[in-house]
């Protein structure tokens, strides 16, 4: 008789729940998350029924909280990124990693999921990556890294690549750095798979979006977009000062400034006019469900923001997949096919 159990997950960083939402789809119990943001909390607490805390982690006891199998974290990215200050763990937001562990130092959890911003491995010539290794390492687990693209792992159309970093307990000296192995002695990544979904049929809303998404000739916008923009059959991308079209038919990467006057928003042409994609939309470009909420008390900027900030939950799902196949195997012997 195969043992079966319900693995638990806490989430660090939790945003929405991009990562909670896939976790749950792959079949592991979430039951707890912790983020600052306010209007994150929103969102989150009205599709998720766990407990949800608001506070600033600095002042959180990570024993407080009960122990799970799993912690995820997905620690934010701005002090690694390269549209940042390049100013890595001189950042106080880059501390925030350290965060993370200390939760992990005191939990124990069987495994762990960081995410980030693909930039975090080359960030100071590799210098900050390997410190985040040599931490994850000596707090006793394995560090297995790649990097994932949405549109080869989630069958979502949209370019979003990330880096997502895997850990087991008391597999510290597994795959040392320098080896040529991305694999655990239970753990592999998903594997890709065919691009099957596009923006125009998946993603779009199929009637007319709601005026205040259109451009009109008020905007100073409008002229250089009517003359630049003339398929229906792709996205395109204004970026400060200049239009560019994503002939490849998915989504740029979409970004936390999309609603707050920032670049890289994305535009499309319908048959009523050229217009920014909706805050639901953009859920769809992360995997969330048309069943997921987005408050009415909450601004679209912020929406934006939101899903600009956001893992894509098909990817997610893919990767605890395979962390659920692995605690399986280590933990409670059990054989199961691999997951692709």
């Known amino acids: 008789m195969v043992k079966t159990n319900t693995h638990t997950v806490g989430s660090l960083f939790a945003g929405v729940g ?171 990544y998903p594997s890709k798979i065919r691009l099957k979904k596009t923006v125009h049929n998946n993603i779009l809303q199929k009637r007319k979006a709601e005026d205040r998404y259109y451009y009109t000739e008020k905007s100073k916008y409008y002229k250089i977009l009517k003359k630049q923009m003339k398929s229906k059959d792709t996205v395109y991308q204004w970026r400060r000062v200049y239009l560019r079209e994503n002939k490849s038919g998915v989504c740029p990467t979409l970004t936390a400034n999309m609603g707050t006057g920032g670049h890289n928003v994305p535009l499309v042409l319908d048959g009523y006019g050229i217009r920014k994609l909706t805050p639901r939309e953009c859920a769809r470009l992360q995997g969330f469900k048309d069943s997921f909420k987005l408050p009415e008390e909450v601004a679209n900027t912020q929406l934006y923001k939101q899903m600009g900030n956001c893992v894509t939950v098909s990817v997610i799902k893919r990767i605890a997949q395979q962390i659920k196949k692995a605690l399986d195997v280590k933990y409670n012997g059990t054989v199961q096919k691999s997951i692709a």
Not at 64 to 69: G, H, M, P, Q
Not at 77 to 87: D, L, M, T, V
């Open 18 to 188: 991009g990562i909670c939402q896939g976790f749950a789809d792959a079949g592991f119990n979430v039951i707890w998350a912790n983020d600052n943001d306010k209007f994150a909390t929103l969102t989150y607490e009205a599709n998720f029924a766990h407990n949800f805390d608001n506070t600033d982690i600095h002042t959180l006891n990570p024993s407080d909280f009960k122990k799970v199998d799993v912690i995820t974290s997905g620690f934010p990215c701005q002090a690694f990124s390269i549209a940042g200050y390049q100013k890595g763990f001189k950042d106080c937001r880059g501390n925030l990693f350290f965060e993370t562990m200390r939760f992990v130092k005191d939990l124990k959890p069987k495994a762990i999921l960081l995410e980030n911003v693909k930039n975090l491995k080359s960030h100071d010539k590799g210098k900050t990556f390997r410190i985040i290794e040599d931490c994850v390492r000596d707090y006793g687990y394995s560090f297995i890294p790649k990097v994932l693209n949405t549109m080869e792992y989630g069958n979502i159309p949209q370019t979003r690549e990330r880096i997502f970093v895997v850990g087991f307990r008391d597999e510290a000296d597994f795959d040392k750095a320098g080896s040529k192995a991305l694999c655990s002695r239970y753990f592999s």
